[in-house]
C-alpha cells in the first residue's frame, strides 16, 4: 500500500461497485484499484500484490491469527449442469438428488465447458454462475448444502488510514460518524425521595384562604 492509493481484490462473483464509487467520492485525492483474483490465489496476493481482498471463507494457506475478517455475507450453492438435464423442470435440488452424479470441482471455463456437454455437474455460489453469464448451461439451487461466505480480509501486518476508511465504507460509516463506538450518554439525574421515617411538610395555605379564615 502507498500512501496514495489503495490496491483491493475482488474473487468471481463479488461487485463492489457501491463500496468504490463511495470510495471515489469521499476520497478524490487518494486512487483505490480493484483488481480480479481467483480464490486459490488470495494467499499469495494478500498481502502482497492485494492490501485488501474481497474472498471467500476462510482463506486456504493462512494462519486465521494473522488476519483481520469482516464477514459479510452468504451465497446460495447451485448445481450447474447441462441445458438438457433433468434439473431444469426443478425450482430447487437437494444434495440426495445429486448423489449419483459425476461432480467436476472448480468453477472454471474448462469446468464449465466439460458440464455443458453433458459429462457430469459442478457446484458452485449463485454468484458465480451469474457472473459467467453461460447460457449453454443451467442452475438450480441446493436447498440442504452449506452456503459459501464472502468477507472482507486483510493481515494484521496491513494498516493506515486508508484501510481504516475503506473498512468504514464497507460498514456503511457516514462521513460523519465516529470510527470508534459512541459513548453512552450520562445517565439523568434521578428525583431525591424523602426518608421513609420522615413526614411531608404541611401545605401552606395561601394568602386568600388565611384572610378568609381570619373573618
Known amino acids: 500500500m502507498t500512501t496514495t492509493g489503495l490496491v483491493i481484490g475482488v474473487v468471481a462473483g463479488v461487485t463492489p461497485?457501491?463500496?468504490?464509487?463511495?470510495?471515489r467520492d469521499r476520497m478524490p485525492d487518494a486512487r483505490l484499484r480493484?483488481?480480479?483474483v481467483a480464490d486459490e490465489q488470495v494467499q499469495a496476493a494478500l498481502g502482497d500484490a492485494l492490501d485488501m481482498v474481497?474472498?471467500?471463507l476462510p482463506i486456504a494457506g493462512v494462519?486465521?491469527?494473522e488476519l483481520h475478517v469482516i464477514p459479510l455475507w452468504d451465497e446460495t450453492p447451485?448445481?450447474?449442469?447441462?441445458?438438457?438435464h433433468p434439473i431444469k423442470v426443478l425450482d430447487t435440488?437437494?444434495?440426495?438428488?445429486?448423489a449419483d452424479e459425476e461432480l467436476y470441482p472448480g468453477w472454471d471455463d474448462a469446468t464449465l465447458d466439460i458440464v455443458a456437454a453433458g459429462h457430469g455437474i459442478a457446484r458452485m455460489p449463485q454468484a458465480v454462475l451469474r457472473a459467467?453469464?453461460?447460457?449453454?448451461?443451467?442452475?438450480r439451487p441446493i436447498t440442504d448444502a452449506e452456503p459459501t461466505r464472502v468477507g472482507l480480509v486483510w493481515r494484521r501486518t496491513t494498516e493506515g488510514p486508508l484501510v481504516d476508511e475503506f473498512i468504514g465504507i464497507v460498514r456503511g460509516r457516514t462521513v460523519n460518524s465516529s470510527r470508534g463506538s459512541a459513548e453512552p450518554a450520562p445517565p439523568e439525574p434521578k428525583a431525591k425521595r424523602a426518608p421513609k421515617?420522615?413526614?411531608?411538610?404541611?401545605?401552606?395555605p395561601s394568602p386568600q384562604r388565611r384572610r378568609r379564615q381570619t373573618r
Open 78 to 84: 447451485v448445481v450447474v449442469a447441462a441445458k438438457d
Open 93 to 98: 435440488v437437494t444434495l440426495a438428488d445429486l
Open 197 to 204: 421515617d420522615q413526614k411531608p411538610r404541611p401545605k401552606r
Open 63 to 65: 494462519d486465521p491469527a
Open 17 to 23: 461497485d457501491t463500496w468504490v464509487r463511495t470510495w
Open 132 to 139: 459467467t453469464g453461460r447460457r449453454d448451461v443451467v442452475g
Open 34 to 36: 480493484v483488481e480480479p
Open 54 to 56: 474481497l474472498a471467500r
